[in-house]
């Protein structure tokens, strides 16, 4: 069965900074997988998602993500972080099925 | 617009009450899904539906109830609420045509049983 990990519970970064949150993923074939974000007490909204092609995937919002097979990883980078990125994103993937498995989330919280 | 809503938005109510938790979408949409999640925490799926009077239980085991008797249209009962069910519940669809099953989720209700 596929499995999402993601190994940061909590980030901080100041406003303007880079940003890069992790993620590394468990499956034998090439997965289908996605970044949403959560702000408080909202429902969650699709950043981006890959399925196949071109590695680095471009996503609303200036985030991108790129999957690498070699380190089974599909890490969600921003180049300037805005306050209003402050929000929990979760890490997804189906494996090829039809039930998404998330990660625990990352919680992201933007100094000014 | 094609959307996914939930109502209520927000549910406080007491022990041993029966709710239902409304759920629709105008996508089109033939899979449906309840997650439940807790504050800080994961996702589970509870439930899910791949069409018209298809419903099964998800991954995490839950004492609530769903149907789906139209398309659009995707309710979760509880007959009787506990506070151990007090939770956030999202509710989403995808395309089955698609075989990458892109999830459409709706803002959620959280409940709150005293």
């Known amino acids: 069965a596929q499995s999402v990990t993601q190994p940061d519970i909590h980030i901080t970064v100041s406003e303007g900074a880079s940003l890069e949150l992790r993620c590394n993923y468990s499956?034998?074939?090439?997965?289908?997988l996605f970044w949403y974000v959560q702000s408080p007490g909202q429902g969650l909204q699709l950043l981006l998602k890959y399925f196949s092609g071109d590695t680095l995937v471009q996503g609303i919002k200036g985030f991108e993500a790129e999957f690498k097979r070699s380190q089974s990883s599909f890490n969600l980078r921003k180049p300037s972080v805005h306050w209003s990125d402050a929000a929990e994103y979760f890490c997804?993937?189906?494996?090829?099925?039809?039930?998404?498995?998330f990660g625990t989330g990352t919680q992201l919280k933007v100094e000014l | 617009e094609a959307d996914i809503y939930q109502t209520p938005r927000y549910l406080v109510i007491g022990t041993g009450k029966k709710i239902t938790l409304e759920c629709s979408q105008t996508m089109g949409h033939d899979k449906m899904y309840w997650y439940q999640q807790d504050p800080g925490m994961e996702l589970h799926l509870i439930h899910y539906?791949?069409?018209?009077?298809?419903?099964e239980k998800g991954d995490l085991s839950s004492e609530s109830t769903v149907s789906r008797i139209r398309t659009e249209h995707f309710p979760l009962t509880l007959e009787s609420a506990r506070p151990s069910h007090t939770s956030q519940y999202l509710c989403?669809?995808?395309?089955?045509?698609?075989?990458?099953?892109?999830?459409?989720f709706g803002p959620g209700t959280r409940l709150t049983v005293l």
């Open positions: 997804a993937t189906t494996g090829g099925g039809n039930k998404l498995t």
């Open positions: 989403a669809s995808s395309d089955g045509r698609r075989t990458y099953n892109e999830q459409f």
């Open positions: 539906s791949y069409g018209v009077n298809s419903t």
């Open positions: 499956y034998g074939a090439t997965p289908y």
